[in-house]
């Protein structure tokens, strides 16, 4: 599961503590081949961003890419760890705090803009088709510093239980606690299933989980972008 940590060899002794979050995944066939296309498509993202003084476009703000990788080795083989900027929540999660699960028009409407935003960066700069997109994989931003200021003492405080269990230990997972206010801007993540849409002949393989599915995909007619913006429409 992915956490918060002081990133401390990524800054020099001047500068102010960052924190990013970690994503350790299993050494199984499955997670090596979906973190190999997450970061090729990171990359692709990134070279199309070409940054002006170290600006970003507006759109590639909306998009959660991989910020760098490493490998750590462990008892029975080596795991990859993938490290992004730390966001609060998925917006299932989000939805799950609200009393109807309805998010109020008041920040939906902007919520609609800055994913509308950010796709139109991914289908027209990137040529990027998610075929994924859904509540689980938009993450809310963090609402203010304090939230991971407050973590921290928590932690410091009241340290995550923690069981072992042949000779590993298993920590309960803690979250960032009640929202101080609405999160965030929001970035599209889990880029894992992503493909290409620049291609020369339309995709014609099963993709999107059954509830979020577009026409031309249950057809099997051919799909292209435009099944993202079916998913962003359904939910």
Partial sequence: MPFCYVDLDARSWWQATSFVTLKILTSGAIEKPAANGELEISRCIAQTDPTSEGSTSEGSRYLRTVLNLFEMAGPDSTHLGLVYAPMRESLSKFQRRLSNGRISGYYLKPLLVMLLT???????????????????????????QAVIDDLINDEAEEPTPRKMESSRAIYLSRNFG????????????????AVRGDVTQ????PIQADLFQAPEVILRAGWTYSVDIWNLGVM
């Fill in 202 to 205: 339309p995709h014609n393989h």
């Fill in 118 to 144: 950010g796709l139109d960066h991914l289908h027209t700069k990137c040529h990027i088709i998610h075929t994924d997109l859904k509540p689980d994989n938009i993450l809310l931003g963090i609402e203010s």
């Fill in 178 to 193: 009640d929202l101080q206010r609405l999160p965030g801007p929001p970035k599209i993540a889990d880029f894992d299933l």
